[in-house]
Every structure is written in C-alpha cells, then in structure tokens.
C-alpha cells in the first residue's frame, strides 16, 4: 500500500550547534518523520513534523514491557549532496527486529521514501567536517493503554535526527577493552540478535563495572559457556590472526552489524582471507600471547572501525600492537570511510543518494 506523507513545517527554526565536540545523540533537528499504526487501519497518519514532545499514556505498552526497537545509520554530507549508507539493509534488519518482539513490520521501501523528504527538508543540518554526519535514529514503540501481556494493538514509529562529530580526532585511538565473565549481553534463543532497546539497558551495569575498572568498552562472552567472544560493547568484533580477518560467526544472538558484513565483503576484495567463526577467549589469549593474533578491533556505524590497543582478559591486560592502531584496521577503515565520503569508488552500489544537487 502506497502511502500519502504529510508535510507540516516548523514555525520557527533552531539554531544551529557547533557540530565540532557535541556529545552524541545530544541535539536534534527541527523535524521529525512519525507513523502510527493500529490493528484496523495498518500503518497510517505517516507524516514529517516538527519535532517537540508528545503526548503518552501512562498505560503505554512499551514503558512496561519493553516493545521497542530501533536502528541506526548516518546520512553523510559530501560536498554538499546528502547520501546514506546502504540504508536498505537498516530497514530490513528493523523488520527483522520488529518481528522477533512481536511488533507489526513497516513497509522499508516508504520508510526510506519518508527518510529522504525528511533529509531534504533538514539537509542544512548535515555537516559537512571531517568525520561529521547527521545520525539517524528510527525507533517503534507500543503505545496501545492496556497492561496485559500480549502483543500491542497500537505502535508508533519516529525518526529523529542528530548531528554528531567525528568520533575520533586526527587518528583512530585504540580503546581499552574489559572481558566480562559475570554479566552477559543475550543468549541463544534470546534477543540479541534484535536492535531492541531492553538489551541496551541491560548492558549498562557492565559497562559501569568496565568503567570504574578503567576500561572504555567490555567485550562480551556467550551467555550460555561465557567462553566464546561475541561483541564489544555496541559492536561487533574482528580479529587480524595470521594475516586472516576473523569475527565470530552469527549465532543469533549477535547483532548482525552492516558495518561487519560491509567489511567483510571489502576484506575480501582486498585479497585477505574472511574467516566467520566461533572464537574461545582462551584462544585469543594464546593467540595475543604466540604473536598471531597482531590487531582486534570492534566495527559499527558510530565509529565504524574501532581499534582495541588494551584487552583485559581474566585479570590480565595485553597491549594488542603495542596500543596503536594496525595497519590492516587502517587499511579497512580508509576504505570503507572512503566509499561513505565517495572518495573512491562504490562498486557495490552501497551509497544512496539522498539529494543529487543541493541549494
Ligand atoms: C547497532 C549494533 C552493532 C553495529 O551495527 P551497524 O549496523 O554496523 O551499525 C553491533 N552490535 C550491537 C549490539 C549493535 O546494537
């Protein structure tokens, strides 16, 4: 079903921040895309709208238990064109989410026709400095007032923009990671492998504890032998292992990052060999220790190559070559970054171009 979007403009509009050292996720922009859905009507009222608060009950589904899921992806502005990056895959894997708790699947094919007219509207919100993108957050929540537990009548869906710096300054930093062995992230059989919010929260104290031990990110084991490496922090993990890329295999519940499969394809077109496996932590010990294992470093769209440069493994830390980034990392984010910012050439027709010419 095609879909008629409405388009009312803010009054007044907001000025905008110095993008350079904004915290994430902190400003947003003057619109905001909002759909409702309802058992009899399907997905309706879709429309783009200034963006200010709205009314909730307090009966609200998803404040109790939890129907929500979300995404995540960044619109780049390249000498003043907007483009996204594979965007497609952001809302197929929404749908897969959506599916797993249970909430009604949107049409991804409008969701991204929504997405552009909202990206015009706001295209002088997308910065243009280095490293600079307006994120994009689509969320869908349950908002039907009844405290039974069943599946809701009534959801809603938003998308909110924000503009975020560069996560890094002139070079990639390695971060220091702290392998959790009380706390899990998902179990097989679980949600992990869904963008659904309750695993963010659960994650929290972890993270706390990672923190307070002087670490920035925990690494995450399996949840059912904590014995097998999953993720690192809100990413997925790689490995350089004798000249090989290695990252866990997806075993449901591991995000399936697009960022990960992105780098996956490009590893191979550069000539190094892809290997998806289960990966024991004590083996990632040897294998720092015996000097195989020369880089790790963690993959998503907020800072799409990570590099790890300390790994605290059961009490122990590493120094994973000698707490500088390496060059095959390097080598991958030059160039996926490259491909986002159509430095180099898109062969796999991953850019969307969500202006062609801009003002
Ligand atoms: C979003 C996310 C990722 C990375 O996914 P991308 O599509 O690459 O941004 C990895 N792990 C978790 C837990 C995530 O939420």
């Known amino acids: ?40 009507l399907g997905w309706h009222n879709a429309a783009i709208v200034p963006y200010a608060p709205f009314e909730i009950s307090p009966s609200a589904q998803a404040l109790h238990y939890g129907q929500t899921v979300f995404e995540g992806m960044k619109a780049y ?36 026709r929504a997405l552009t007219e909202l990206l015009k509207l706001e295209h002088d919100w997308v910065p243009d400095g280095e490293g600079q993108a307006l994120y994009v957050r689509p ?20 998308i909110v923009l924000s503009p975020v710096a560069g996560y890094y300054g002139a070079q990639l930093n390695p971060t220091s990671i702290f392998v959790e062995d009380t ?19 659960a994650s929290l104290t972890a993270q706390q504890k990672a923190n307070d031990l002087g670490y920035e990110q925990v690494l995450w084991l399996d949840g059912v032998h904590q014995e097998y490496v999953e993720e690192v922090g809100s990413m997925n993990i790689f490995f350089v292992r004798n000249g090989e890329l290695v990252t866990p295999e997806l075993n449901g519940s591991i995000l399936p990052g697009i960022t990960r499969k992105s780098l996956i394809t490009l590893a191979k077109e550069l000539g190094y060999n892809v290997v998806e496996e289960r990966i024991h932590i004590d083996d990632v010990e040897k294998g720092i220790k015996d000097g195989s294992i020369t880089e790790v470093f963690g993959a998503g769209t907020a800072a799409v190559v990570s590099p790890v440069g300390i790994m605290n493994i059961h009490g ?16 991958l984010y030059d160039q996926l970054t490259g491909i986002q910012t159509c430095k180099l050439e898109d062969k796999q027709g991953w850019v969307y171009q969500v202006t062609s010419t801009v003002k």
């Open 1 to 40: 079903m095609t879909q008629h979007l409405q388009i009312t403009k803010a009054q007044t509009l907001k000025e905008k921040p110095e993008v350079a050292g904004i915290p994430f996720g902190s400003y947003f922009t003057d619109h905001m895309f909002s759909m409702d859905y309802s058992a009899e």
């Open 77 to 112: 502005n390249v000498n003043g064109e907007v483009i996204l990056f594979r965007p497609d895959e952001n809302f197929k894997r929404l749908n897969r989410s959506l599916e797993r708790m249970s909430m009604p699947k949107v049409d991804g094919d409008f969701a991204l």
């Open 139 to 158: 969320i869908v929540f349950a908002n039907e007032a009844y405290l039974g537990i069943r599946p809701a009548k009534s959801y809603k869906m938003l």
């Open 183 to 201: 706390y899990v992230r998902a179990v097989r059989g679980g949600v992990g492998e869904a963008k659904f919010a309750g695993n963010y929260a």
């Open 316 to 331: 122990t830390d590493y120094r994973i070559n000698g707490n500088e980034i390496g060059e095959v990392t390097q080598k």
